[in-house]
C-alpha cells in the first residue's frame, strides 16, 4: 500500500518536567488495499497525558480515543470494527469496545463494554464475547461486572464457555470464573477486598480442575493473598486428590520474587499426555522447588524430584518394558553456580547416571562460552530389544550400549574423556528392506581434545561397511571433522521395485559450513 501524512513531534519543558507533543495533522491513502485516514494529537509527560480527538480509520474499521489523564481521568476510547483483519492482518472477525475511565488517577471509576463474533487472533478463535463492566474503585457502592466467552480455543483444546462474574462492593467482594467444555470444568472463586491503600487482599475460596486428562482436583483449604503496587504474597494454596497433593505459595517484597512448589505422590500417569498414546506410565514422583528473583541481580533455585518407588514404562499391550528402581533428579542454582544430577537406574537392564557443574554461573547472564564445566554420564543398555515396543517408528533393534564419560574445560572449548561401545548390535529398516547385522561402534577420546571414532556394519550377507574418523573440539574452527567411508559390496536396497549393492570408498572433511567430499561409489549390482 501507500500512506501519506503530516506528523509533528516536539517536546517541551512546562512546570519543569520535559512534555512530548505528537501531533499527527493528516494521515491517508491505501494499506493492503483498504482506504485509511487519521488524524489527532498527543501531549505526553511523566505526569500528564492529554489525547486530542485520536481518530484511525482503516477500511470499515474505527477507532477513536480522546481525553486526560492528570490527578483526574476523563477519557473515553470507542473501537467499532466489522471485520478486524482491517486493523491486524493475523485477525478477523466483529468487534465493538466502548470504555470511560474517569475519577482519580489511582481510584478511578471504568465504565466498559465489548462485544465480538467469530473472532481470530492469530492461532486463538472464539465465536463469541460479550462483556459489561462499570467499577468504581474511589466509592464503595455495589457493583455488578461480567464476561461470557463462548467456544474458545487454541489448537486442539477448546472450551464450549469461559464466564467471568464479579459482584460486591469495592470493599467486599467475590469473583468467579467458570470453563465447561462437555465434563471438563475449572472454577475459581475469589473473595476480595480492595482497601485504600490499593492492596488488595483476601482469600482462593475455592478450586475445583476437573478435566478428563488430569483427573479432578480441588482446593480444600482457603489461600489469603495480598496484592499491592509493590508488593505481594500468596500463603499455601493446594490442590488435592485423594492421595496427592499439589502446593505453592510465593512473595514479592522490594521487587525482589520468591516462590516455592511442592507435589507428593503426583502420579507420573500425568505425563501420557505428552508421550506417544502407546506408551503407558506407572509410578509416582514428589517434587520440591523454589524459586528467588531479583531482577536484573539474583536468579536461585532449587529442584528435587524423586520417584520413591520407581516407575514402569510399558508399550502397550506388547512384552516390552522397563522397570525402574528409586530414582531422582535435583538441580540447585546459587551464587556458587549451577550443580545437578540425575539417577535413574533400571535393575539389570539399563542405568544413567548424570551430574553436571557450572562453576560460579550467572542464569541471567546467559551461558558465555567461557564459563566453565564439569560433569560426567555413565550410562547403559544391556539389550536395545527393550526400544523396540517403547519407539515403534524406529528401527527393530538388537545389542547393547555402554557410555562413560567426563566432560571438562568450558562450553566454548569442552574437554570430553570417556567412550560409548555398541556392541553386536542389529536394525531392521523397513523402508529400505534391509537389516543392519554386526553393528560395532566404539567412540572414544583420550585426550579430551579429540574424539576418535569406528562404526562398521553388514547388509544381510554382503562385505561389511566401516566408517572411521575424527573430530577435534575445537568450536572457533568449526569442529574440524575427517571421516573415511569404505566398502566393498554393501547392499544398500533389498526392495520389490529397487535392489541395490554400492561400494563406496569417500573421504570427508568438515570444518564449519565448509564440507570437503572426494572419492567414488561404485555399483556392483542393481534392479530398478
Known amino acids: 500500500g501507500q500512506l501519506n501524512g503530516e506528523l509533528q513531534v516536539s517536546r517541551k519543558r512546562t512546570d519543569n518536567e520535559p512534555r512530548d507533543i505528537i501531533d499527527l495533522k493528516k494521515l491517508d491513502g491505501k494499506l493492503r488495499g483498504y482506504a485509511v485516514n487519521g488524524h489527532g494529537k498527543v501531549n505526553l509527560s511523566s505526569r500528564k497525558l492529554d489525547i486530542d480527538n485520536l481518530a484511525l480509520n482503516m477500511g470499515d474499521s474505527r477507532l477513536h480515543i480522546s481525553g486526560s489523564r492528570n490527578k483526574n481521568w476523563n477519557l473515553q476510547a470507542q473501537l467499532t470494527s466489522s471485520n478486524i483483519h482491517n486493523l491486524w492482518p493475523y485477525s ?19 465504565i466498559s463494554k465489548i462485544n465480538g463474533e ?18 468504581d474503585l474511589q466509592s464503595d457502592e455495589q457493583f455488578i461486572t461480567g464476561l461470557t ?34 465434563t471438563d470444568l475449572i472454577r475459581l472463586v475469589v473473595d476480595g477486598n480492595l482497601n485504600e491503600q490499593q492492596i488488595w487482599h483476601g482469600v482462593i475460596a475455592q478450586t475445583l480442575v476437573d478435566i478428563e486428562e488430569f483427573g479432578k482436583w480441588q482446593q480444600n483449604q482457603p489461600a489469603a493473598f495480598s496484592f499491592g503496587i509493590d508488593q505481594g504474597s500468596l ?22 520474587w520468591n516462590a516455592r512448589l511442592e507435589a507428593h505422590n503426583l502420579s507420573l500417569a500425568l505425563l501420557e499426555n505428552w508421550t506417544p498414546p502407546h506408551l503407558n506410565i506407572r509410578g509416582t514422583s514428589n517434587i520440591n522447588t523454589s524459586v528467588h528473583y531479583h531482577p536484573g541481580r539474583e536468579l536461585y533455585g532449587d529442584i528435587l524430584v524423586s520417584i520413591p518407588n520407581g516407575f514402569h514404562l510399558k508399550a502397550g499391550e506388547t512384552e516390552e518394558s522397563f522397570r525402574f528402581e528409586p530414582g531422582n533428579l535435583q538441580a540447585s542454582l546459587n551464587e556458587s553456580g549451577l550443580a545437578a544430577r540425575i539417577d535413574l537406574p533400571a ?38 530389544a527393550h526400544l523396540n515396543g517403547i519407539f515403534l517408528d524406529s528401527p527393530v533393534l538388537t545389542g547393547s550400549v555402554n557410555t562413560d564419560i567426563r566432560l571438562d574445560g568450558t562450553i566454548g572449548a569442552p574437554l570430553i574423556i570417556g567412550e560409548t561401545l555398541i556392541n553386536q548390535a542389529s536394525a531392521e529398516i523397513p523402508a529400505l528392506g534391509i537389516t ?32 572411521s574418523g575424527y573430530t577435534h573440539l575445537n568450536a572457533p574452527d568449526g569442529w574440524p571433522t575427517s571421516i573415511n ?12 521395485d529397487i535392489k541395490m549393492h554400492v561400494a563406496p570408498q569417500l573421504a570427508v572433511k568438515i570444518e564449519g559450513q565448509h564440507i570437503d567430499l572426494k572419492g567414488q561409489i561404485a555399483i556392483p549390482q542393481a534392479l530398478l
Open 347 to 384: 535393575y539389570d537392564l539399563a542405568n544413567l547416571r548424570l551430574w553436571i557443574n557450572l562453576p560460579g554461573w550467572n542464569a541471567l547472564t546467559g551461558l558465555p562460552r567461557s564459563q566453565p564445566i564439569t560433569g560426567q554420564v555413565t550410562a547403559s543398555l544391556a539389550s536395545l
Open 149 to 182: 466467552v463462548q467456544n474458545i480455543a487454541k489448537g486442539s483444546r477448546e472450551w464450549q464457555s469461559v464466564i467471568l462474574r464479579a459482584n460486591g462492593t469495592r470493599t467486599k467482594h467475590q469473583i468467579n470464573l467458570e470453563l465447561k467444555q462437555d
Open 92 to 110: 478477523r472477525g466483529k468487534l465493538n469496545l466502548e470504555t470511560r475511565v474517569s475519577g482519580p488517577r489511582l481510584t478511578p471509576h471504568i
Open 235 to 256: 500463603e499455601t494454596w493446594c490442590l488435592n486428590q485423594p492421595d496427592a497433593h499439589i502446593c505453592i505459595q510465593g512473595e514479592r517484597k522490594q521487587n525482589i
Open 485 to 496: 567411508i569404505r566398502g566393498a559390496d554393501f547392499q544398500l536396497f533389498d526392495l520389490p
Open 436 to 467: 543392519l547385522n554386526d553393528i560395532n561402534l566404539h567412540a572414544y577420546s583420550k585426550t579430551g581434545k579429540r574424539i576418535d571414532y569406528r562404526f562398521s556394519t553388514r547388509s544381510g550377507q554382503t562385505e561389511p561397511l566401516t566408517l
Open 118 to 135: 467469530n473472532l481470530v487472533f492469530e492461532d486463538y478463535r472464539i465465536g463469541g464475547i460479550n462483556g459489561d463492566f462499570d467499577i
